[in-house]
């Protein structure tokens, strides 16, 4: 079975700054998914960004990044001047290749984002 | 407008209650799923719909029961619950049921039984 990890429960970065949070998960599959979900207070989990396992090329959407690293099965993600709007839960998601129907979720990080 | 609307925000019910929580889409999608939230723990997958036919049931407890009337309505009903299913219940909706673009999540209901 697919597992998610990630490391921080918690992380804080100061306005203006970038952080970057942790996530790695277990597959024997070579086709895949990687997500990252933003839950504000609002409790909607928003997509921030997408990544297909068969391009090598690290997705980028604004200020968010993310450094796949496939070989390690790594999926870390880069916020670049962070804002306060950017406090919120963060979620790393997987999910396999063609045929599968279910979002695999780590249990999330925390993000503080002090002004 | 999200797209996906879940009601109610709140909800406190006692063990022996039957309430039923609602999720609506206005995307066009043809899979809607329940999730449950609980504070530390990663999502758990609960019920998939696709086209209104269940196509899992990720060994809920009876207690829970969904139902699909159509593609855009997804229902969850509750009966003689126990406070250990106190959670954020989240609906989610995608084009179908190999979502490679992630799901359409609603805001949840805040579930607390006492």
């Known amino acids: 079975a697919q597992t998610v990890t990630q490391s921080q429960p918690e992380m804080s970065v100061q306005e203006a700054e970038t952080v970057t949070l942790s996530c790695t998960y277990d597959t024997s599959e070579s086709d895949y998914y990687l997500f990252w979900y933003k839950q504000p207070p609002s409790r909607q989990m928003i997509l921030v960004i997408r990544q297909e396992a068969y391009k090598q090329q690290n997705a980028t959407e604004n200020r968010f990044s993310v450094n796949f690293q496939k070989a390690a099965k790594s999926f870390s993600l880069k916020i670049s001047d962070s804002q306060l709007g950017d406090a919120a839960m963060y979620f790393c998601?997987?999910?396999?290749?063609?045929?599968?129907?279910?979002?695999?979720f780590g249990k999330g990080t925390k993000l503080s984002v002090i002004p | 407008e999200t797209g996906v609307t879940q009601t109610p925000r709140h909800l406190v019910m006692g063990m022996t209650n039957k309430k039923s929580l609602k999720c609506e889409q206005h995307?066009?999608?043809?899979?809607m799923y329940w999730y449950k939230q609980s504070a530390k723990k990663p999502l758990e997958l609960m019920f998939v719909?696709?086209?209104?036919?269940?196509?899992e049931n990720n060994s809920v407890p009876s207690r829970f029961s969904p139902e699909c009337p159509n593609s855009s309505h997804l229902f969850l009903h509750l009966h003689t619950l126990q406070p250990e299913d106190s959670a954020l219940y989240l609906c989610a909706s995608s084009q179908d049921t190999s979502p490679t673009y992630g799901y359409t999540f609603g805001s949840g209901t805040r579930l607390t039984v006492v």
């Open positions: 719909y696709s086209l209104e036919e269940r196509v």
């Open positions: 995307l066009g999608h043809n899979a």
């Open positions: 998601a997987y999910k396999a290749g063609a045929g599968s129907y279910q979002l695999t």
